[in-house]
């Protein structure tokens, strides 16, 4: 019944209209370079030599290496060895260390036994854009410290997660989670406002240009004409996607820890959804003005219920039932997971099939609202 | 599977937006084969007739077959074999002609894609210009180009809605050639028109104003069938004679015709009273000739608006 000839007519056409329109295609690589271009102007980007002060509860080799690898890396400053967590919270009241890194009991012997220890880190988070970077960078210096260790350790205990965990405790500012998370929240609402809107008008483009007509009086089906007006897009959002993640490389250090495999499957999962919600639009607009007034309709939630505002966990339920509908919501999730904390696709499969189930939804949506008429 | 029933034949068809209905209860049977003039007063529902023929619109009422199918709910099948050129330019100005055509193609399934393309753009004689936008041609160009389209997958139906608007004559003549060839290889056309010199090389023709079908009858015998009586009148000063004939009456056509006005109407008396208003001024001279299809088609678009007028008045005082 589904042709695929005809999908590729219409994928061919689409690639063509979209090489055609260089504004939108120069817009679409601009807005992501333009957002993280605004945020960097913001954040301080590049916060180095925080004072942070040190609580060791074991003492031993993989201690030792870990305090010099802090020395070492200029994010940190050591200006205490404090001796008590109560030391260091006064230290950090008084603006004294922004930084209290505590090493636990038995740190030694849980790490050669592979039970990834806890390192906590408690950060004065109340400037929370200038705490991400420094706590990102605590990651990647846990790992360069533990990396010689970890060689003698038995090969079972190797690979996988990393071999120490990272409690990150904001103090101050709780709500600070998701500026830590901005780039990786960044790459969601861009990927979200983009690919809506290059979808949203691809049907209601036809019908103002008249070309509805001709299409309309082939053969064409109406899942044929969906796909192949979707599907040419996933590129572009790619394209997005590879953009802010080297840029959040470069300029805000954040860290890529987990594999890429289940980011790219969330990553075009998502981006083919929220493709489906644009197009669903274009099924309901009868001009490019409503088509984009719907779009915006749909930003509004995706910034401020999906976690990328605001903390979800402090939502009211409506809010957070509204949070759950949107494809974002589950991608922020994902991205968190995968970017900062090594996630694999086991940790993150629960938040991979509600995207797939909105797709789902949205493309029978689509296609049920679809007329191949006129009226 | 049609064999040699018609290729359209459709009962009752009816359209209605909001409240207003544009088509009403049409009937329509096009034999294989036929060249089907399609004329009617701009707004009478012609496009909308189309529309519904070839499965663009969902016909409020009505049922029939189009080259054997359900028009209703065949219109997937339908699609495959009608040609169906629009009135309104509806390819895509952003993609070349080379390119439209092959995305016209492969909707079509075709095989031989670029054979078909080539061979079309040759007897388009747009070869060398094959590259070009779409948007960037002449608007007659644009006419031929949609034409060459909607007859690349060599269709059995072809509905064409105004298809030389805007076409220099050379062009249109080359156009009416190929319908015949067609025609003559047993294509149906279903074609639609303002221009009587069009008009006469149809088979037949079905005359629709305000959706409503008032004629439906072999060309030739359409000027009988109205039955108007006309003369042709010579005079020195063509303006003067209108104004003073304007000022008489009793006619129901008044038109130029080159050099001469022609007087039509149902009356023949009426029409000689009218005459004498003018007799012996300089230069006139009255000959008694035989309607032709213009004079017929105006009386039918004349009337036509006026029980439009009428309709509309009554339709206020309600
Ligand atoms: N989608 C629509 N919604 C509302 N009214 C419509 C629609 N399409 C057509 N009409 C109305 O239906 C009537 C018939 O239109 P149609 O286009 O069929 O006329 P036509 O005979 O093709 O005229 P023309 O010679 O100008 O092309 C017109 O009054 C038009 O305004
Ligand atoms: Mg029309």
Redesign the pocket.
Same mark, same amino acid.
């Given at each position: 019944m589904i042709s695929f000839a005809r999908i590729k007519a219409v994928f061919l056409k689409e690639m063509v209209q979209m090489r055609r329109d260089r504004p939108t295609f120069a817009i679409m690589i601009m807005v992501p370079i333009m957002q993280l271009g605004l945020f960097g102007f913001a954040i301080d980007t590049d916060p180095r030599n925080m004072p942070a002060a040190v609580e060791l509860r074991d003492d031993g080799p993989l201690t030792r290496s870990f305090l010099a690898s802090l020395r070492q890396s200029d994010y940190f400053r050591i200006v205490e060895i404090v001796h008590s967590l109560d030391e260091g919270e006064s230290l950090m009241k008084a603006g004294d260390i922004s930084y209290l890194i505590v090493i636990p009991e038995n740190f030694e012997r849980d790490f050669v036994r592979g039970d990834r220890p806890q390192i906590l880190i408690a950060a004065d988070a109340s400037d929370p854009v200038a705490a991400a970077g420094p706590i990102a960078a605590a990651n990647e210096i846990a790992r360069r410290a533990f990396a010689p260790e970890l060689e003698r350790l038995p090969r079972k205990l190797r690979g996988g997660a990393p071999p120490v965990e990272l409690v990150i405790q904001r103090q101050y500012n709780p709500a600070g989670e998701t500026s830590m998370n901005i780039v990786p929240g960044l790459l969601g609402v861009i990927l979200t406002m983009t690919m809506i809107m290059i979808t949203a008008i691809a049907l209601t483009r036809e019908v103002e240009r008249g070309t509805i007509e001709a299409l309309l009086s082939t053969p064409v089906r109406a899942s044929e004409i969906m796909i192949g007006k979707t599907t040419p897009y996933i590129l572009v959002g790619a394209i997005q996607a590879t953009i802010v993640l080297i840029a959040g490389r470069i300029v805000f250090h954040i860290p890529f820890v987990g594999d890429l495999a289940p980011f790219l499957v969330a990553m075009t999962l998502f981006i083919f959804a929220n493709l489906m919600l644009g197009y669903l639009i274009s099924t309901v607009a009868r001009t490019q003005m409503q088509a984009m007034q719907m779009t915006f309709f749909i930003f509004l939630p995706s910034i401020l219920l999906s976690g990328f505002m605001f903390p979800f966990a402090a939502m009211p339920g409506w809010a957070k039932a509204i949070g759950e509908a949107l494809p974002i919501t589950h991608f922020l999730r994902i991205v968190r997971e995968v970017m900062l904390k090594g996630a694999g696709f086991s940790e993150i499969r629960g938040e991979i099939w509600p995207i797939a189930l909105i797709l789902a939804v949205l493309a029978l949506a689509s296609l049920a609202r679809f007329r191949r008429t006129l009226d | 599977m049609s064999g040699n029933g018609p290729v359209i034949d459709v009962r009752g068809l009816t359209k209605k937006?909001g409240t207003k209905t544009?088509v009403d209860n049409f009937d329509l049977s096009v034999p294989k084969g036929a060249i089907y003039g399609f004329l !009617?007063p701009? !707004?009478? !529902?012609? %496009? %909308?007739t189309i529309r519904m023929v070839c499965g663009l619109l969902k016909a409020d009422a009505g049922a029939g077959a189009v080259l054997g199918l359900d028009v209703l709910k065949e219109s997937d099948k339908i699609k495959e074999r009608v040609g169906y050129m629009t009135?309104r330019f509806s390819l895509y100005e952003d993609l070349s002609i080379r390119e439209n055509l092959e995305f016209i193609a492969r909707l079509y399934s075709l095989d031989n894609l670029k054979g078909r393309v080539d061979a079309s753009l040759k007897s388009l004689g747009l070869s060398d210009r094959a590259k070009q936008l779409a948007g960037t041609l002449s608007g007659g160009w644009k006419q031929r180009l949609a034409l060459a389209a909607c007859m690349i997958h060599e269709p059995e139906l072809l509905l064409l809605d105004?298809p030389t608007a805007g076409v220099d004559p050379k062009a249109r003549r080359d156009f009416w050639d190929a319908i015949r060839d067609y025609s003559a290889q047993g294509v149906t056309t279903l074609v639609s028109t303002h221009y009587m010199d069009e008009a006469v090389q149809c088979d037949r023709i079905a005359f629709i104003a305000y959706g409503k079908k008032l004629i439906d009858e072999a060309t030739a015998d359409i000027p009988d069938k109205v039955g108007l009586f006309a003369r042709r009148i010579e005079a020195g000063d063509l303006d003067d004679a209108t104004r003073r004939l304007k000022s008489v009456g009793g006619y129901d056509v008044l038109a130029r015709f080159g050099a001469a006005i022609h007087l039509a109407g149902r009356n023949d008396a009426a029409l000689d009273r009218a005459a004498a208003a003018i007799e012996g001024l300089p230069g006139v001279q009255i000959e008694r000739i035989d309607a032709g299809l213009e004079e017929a088609f105006i009386y039918l678009m004349t009337g036509a608006s006026d029980n439009f007028a009428n309709g509309f008045a009554n339709g206020a005082a309600a």
């Open positions: - | 937006f544009v !009617g701009n !707004g009478s !529902g012609k %496009t %909308t009135q105004e």
